[in-house]
């Protein structure tokens, strides 16, 4: 997780930026959050990059940039889910994303747009996969965590070869105002 500078912050509408790559989940890599290689011996594997966010912490904006499709030996899909985990309440692995594919020769998108997936926290809905940026707010009345879920099918993950994906959020802080 990295926090943006002023400048980029301004030309992406976003406070963070992860950057996830083939060696964060596969096993191999040793960067913040990365899957180890027991956990990468699975089809599934979720990140948490920012840990435990406060209530006081207001995700404001969540877009992503698949920079590099990813590549595998014998997974035949990938898709990435991004949602939420409540302390003190009930997980929504697609809060924010509906599954959407990663993977090379699966038709992965380049840009997807994030609006609340979850038609019972507002009244928008899953977009179409066609711009980088929407905009979405959700507030917490207990302390959660933002989860990235990776799937993969007929592979674990450690089958992962190559690829990038950026992930941006824009979390407010209502506690600093």
């Known amino acids: 997780m990295q926090e943006l500078a002023i400048e980029e912050m301004a030309r992406t509408n976003a406070t963070h930026r992860v950057i996830i790559k083939a060696e964060d989940l596969n096993g191999v890599g040793t960067g913040f959050g990365a899957l180890s290689a027991a956990s990468a011996a699975a089809t599934t594997g979720t990140l948490t990059p920012f840990g435990a966010l406060a209530a006081s912490v207001q995700t404001t904006f969540v877009a992503g940039y698949l920079k590099t499709p990813f590549t595998a030996g014998s997974i035949t899909a990938l898709t990435l889910t991004l949602g939420y985990d409540l302390a003190t309440g009930t997980d929504k692995a697609a809060g924010y994303l509906a599954a959407t594919s990663l993977l090379t020769g699966a038709t992965p998108v380049s840009y997807f747009p994030v609006e609340i997936a979850d038609p019972s926290d507002a009244t928008t809905t899953q977009a179409a996969a066609v711009t980088l940026v929407k905009r979405v707010s959700k507030a917490f009345a207990a302390a959660q965590t933002l989860q990235a879920l ?20 824009r979390n407010l802080d209502l506690s600093n105002i």
């Open 150 to 169: 990776f799937t993969s099918t007929t592979a674990n993950l450690t089958d992962l070869l190559t690829g990038e994906v950026h992930l941006y959020f």
